[in-house]
């Protein structure tokens, strides 16, 4: 059974950063690709990031990109997002989601299983 719980939100001013975690059970860890979403208040969801099975491949919102950065560990069955320079709207519940797919990583109909989510705020 696929389970994937995130951990490391909290709350932080501008400028600061977090480091969000997505543990994930499953033997077939190392053959999964894995999104990050955030959702706010109001606001349909949206993709962060994810990364490929293989590393192979990255993608960042344009929102994130330089200031987020997506890492796996696949013997620890983990998959990271280090936020630095955080802004106020980077705010929301952020997911991680596991995906069979390569590519084609930012549509969330690639997704088959999700996270609980854990909450980023941001103080201004």
């Known amino acids: 059974q696929v389970q994937l719980v995130e951990s490391g939100g909290g709350l932080v001013q501008t400028g600061g950063s977090l480091r969000l975690s997505c543990a994930a059970s499953?033997?077939?860890?190392?053959?999964?690709?894995v999104g990050w979403f955030r959702q706010a208040p109001g606001k349909e969801r949206e993709v962060v990031g994810a990364?490929?099975?293989?590393?192979?491949?990255?993608y960042y919102a344009d929102a994130v990109k330089g200031r987020f950065t997506i890492s796996r560990d696949n013997a620890k069955n983990t998959v990271y997002l280090q936020m630095n320079s955080l802004k106020p709207e980077d705010t929301a519940n952020y997911y991680c989601?596991?995906?069979?797919?390569?590519?084609?990583?930012?549509?969330?109909?690639?997704?088959?299983?999700w996270g609980q989510g854990t909450q980023v705020t941001v103080s201004s």
């Open positions: 989601a596991r995906s069979l797919a390569i590519a084609s990583l930012s549509k969330s109909a690639n997704y088959d299983y």
């Open positions: 499953g033997r077939t860890f190392s053959s999964w690709s």
């Open positions: 990364v490929s099975w293989s590393v192979v491949r990255t």
